[in-house]
């Protein structure tokens, strides 16, 4: 009596697309120079100020909570470069190398192969977070003094993430529209620096800076605090209310759940700051959320769809 064959599951088709895509991001020399960017970045964010300080004979102070609120060191630029640079050849890679066709000529499906490759993609951002988070934590550790606040760790990984995955479903769609690399690469670049030129422009026109809100990136300009001069603006900082600015909103909102987020613009005569509006951190902390979620659930819709529709013959 003959036996009848293993039928091949669904699980054991997605982790192979896994670990095929996780040893292909992790041989990448795009994704290792990303990384190594990115260590460069928060070794600038650590050692920079206290050596500029032992320049000018100044003390650096302890400053117990500077590993929270640095988080990742590598900020906006950072969450896209990780996004762009592990999914870019995703889709595109499998139909201009024509590694498409013995894929698909498997027992396995589309959305198997597209939902195995995001997650890859997921996987090695997260590891990528975590080495970086870690590198953080000890190099804040030995300049600045004892941290406060460490167990808010996964709260800045989860944002972090967060951010990312909104980039990555940008690229993601363009990749599984266009079946370019190339196309990928410079289309989410065009994406990220219009929405940053945008964001600069919009701050001396507030009846239209509220779109930034609803955009990736940074959103509207705003600080934590009432500002009314230079010197106001100058001493709270810049506070991001978009969808790059989870991590941040999540751990202060934590720690200060009472604080108010206020919007200003910058007049174009005087080249001061002007009060325009405040508004609950929890509500600007929750649209932050909300608006990513919405991106990378619609995003990721249409380049599945894209992925399953797409012509072989090509």
């Given at each position: 009596m003959k036996?009848?064959?293993?039928?091949?599951?669904?699980?054991?088709?997605?982790?192979?697309?896994?670990?095929?895509e996780l040893i292909w991001n992790i041989r990448k020399k795009k994704f290792l120079g990303v990384l190594i960017l990115a260590f460069v970045f928060a070794t600038i964010v650590l050692f920079l100020p206290p050596i500029l300080n032992s320049v000018n004979n100044i003390t650096t102070e302890a400053n117990p909570?500077?590993?929270i609120n640095t988080g990742t060191g590598v900020g906006s630029i950072g969450f896209f470069l990780f996004a762009l640079v592990s999914v870019m050849n995703s889709i595109p890679g499998e139909f201009e190398s024509g590694s498409i066709l013995p894929l698909l000529t498997k027992p396995i499906s589309r959305t198997t192969v597209y939902l195995g490759k995001?997650?890859?993609?997921?996987?090695?951002?997260?590891?990528a977070f975590v080495l970086l988070l870690v590198y953080i934590a000890i190099g804040g550790s030995i300049v600045y003094g004892p941290q406060n606040?460490?167990?808010?760790?996964?709260?800045?990984?989860?944002?972090?993430?967060?951010?990312?995955?909104?980039?990555?479903?940008?690229?993601?769609?363009?990749?599984?529209?266009?079946?370019?690399?190339?196309?990928?690469?410079?289309l989410g670049i065009g994406i990220w620096l219009g929405i940053n030129i945008a964001s600069g422009i919009l701050t001396v026109f507030p009846s239209q800076s509220w779109v930034l809100t609803y955009l990736p990136g940074?959103?509207?300009?705003?600080?934590?605090?009432s500002i009314t001069n230079a010197t106001d603006l100058t001493r709270l900082g810049s506070f991001s209310t978009g969808t790059d600015g989870i991590a941040t909103g999540l751990v202060t909102y934590i720690l200060?759940?009472?604080?108010?987020?206020?919007?200003y613009k910058f007049d174009i005569q005087?080249?001061?700051?002007?009060?325009?509006?405040?508004?609950?951190l929890s509500?600007?902390?929750?649209?932050?959320i909300a608006v990513a979620l919405i991106y990378i659930v619609a995003l990721n819709l249409i380049a599945w769809y894209a992925f399953k529709r797409a012509q072989i013959a090509e």
């Amino acid at each position: 009596m003959k036996r009848k064959p293993r039928r091949v599951r669904w699980r054991d088709n997605f982790l192979a697309i896994v670990r095929y895509e996780l040893i292909w991001n992790i041989r990448k020399k795009k994704f290792l120079g990303v990384l190594i960017l990115a260590f460069v970045f928060a070794t600038i964010v650590l050692f920079l100020p206290p050596i500029l300080n032992s320049v000018n004979n100044i003390t650096t102070e302890a400053n117990p909570n500077f590993v929270i609120n640095t988080g990742t060191g590598v900020g906006s630029i950072g969450f896209f470069l990780f996004a762009l640079v592990s999914v870019m050849n995703s889709i595109p890679g499998e139909f201009e190398s024509g590694s498409i066709l013995p894929l698909l000529t498997k027992p396995i499906s589309r959305t198997t192969v597209y939902l195995g490759k995001i997650f890859a993609a997921f996987v090695t951002i997260l590891g990528a977070f975590v080495l970086l988070l870690v590198y953080i934590a000890i190099g804040g550790s030995i300049v600045y003094g004892p941290q406060n606040n460490l167990y808010l760790f996964t709260v800045v990984l989860v944002g972090s993430l967060l951010s990312t995955l909104v980039w990555m479903g940008i690229v993601m769609v363009i990749g599984s529209l266009s079946k370019s690399s190339m196309l990928a690469a410079l289309l989410g670049i065009g994406i990220w620096l219009g929405i940053n030129i945008a964001s600069g422009i919009l701050t001396v026109f507030p009846s239209q800076s509220w779109v930034l809100t609803y955009l990736p990136g940074n959103g509207a300009a705003a600080t934590l605090g009432s500002i009314t001069n230079a010197t106001d603006l100058t001493r709270l900082g810049s506070f991001s209310t978009g969808t790059d600015g989870i991590a941040t909103g999540l751990v202060t909102y934590i720690l200060n759940p009472n604080q108010n987020v206020s919007y200003y613009k910058f007049d174009i005569q005087t080249r001061l700051p002007t009060l325009i509006g405040s508004e609950p951190l929890s509500l600007t902390v929750t649209r932050s959320i909300a608006v990513a979620l919405i991106y990378i659930v619609a995003l990721n819709l249409i380049a599945w769809y894209a992925f399953k529709r797409a012509q072989i013959a090509e």
